[in-house]
């Protein structure tokens, strides 16, 4: 069973910088394609940031690119999303993601393990 538990979401102001962390155990890390997704009060998750295997490949939503970067640490099976200049639009529970399917994947249903979330504030 592969379990996901992230950590380091918070309250932050606008402008401001969280580096948000996603341990991954029950699997071989590497085999597995991270992403991570969102989800604002009343609105549908969405896609935030995906990485390869490698780590080699990334892919961000439009609203992200340039402000947050996925990373993977396969030594320590762990994948981060490093957001800076935040903003209150950023504000939603964050969520990371695992699949054994390859590439790049931007789809939640392509996704098969789901970590529990954490929240990040944005305050303006």
């Known amino acids: 069973q592969v379990q996901l538990a992230e950590s380091g979401g918070g309250l932050v102001q606008a402008g401001g910088s969280l580096r948000l962390s996603c341990a991954v155990s029950?699997?071989?890390?590497?085999?597995?394609?991270m992403g991570w997704f969102r989800q604002a009060p009343g609105k549908e998750r969405e896609f935030v940031a995906t990485i390869s295997w490698s780590g080699g490949r990334t892919d961000y939503a439009d609203s992200v690119k340039g402000r947050f970067t996925i990373s993977r640490d396969n030594a320590k099976n762990t994948v981060y999303l490093q957001m800076n200049s935040l903003k209150p639009e950023d504000t939603a529970v964050y969520y990371c993601a695992a699949s054994v399917r390859g590439g790049l994947i931007k789809l939640a249903g392509l996704y098969t393990y789901w970590g529990q979330g954490t929240q990040v504030t944005v305050s303006s």
């Open positions: 029950g699997r071989t890390f590497s085999t597995l394609v």
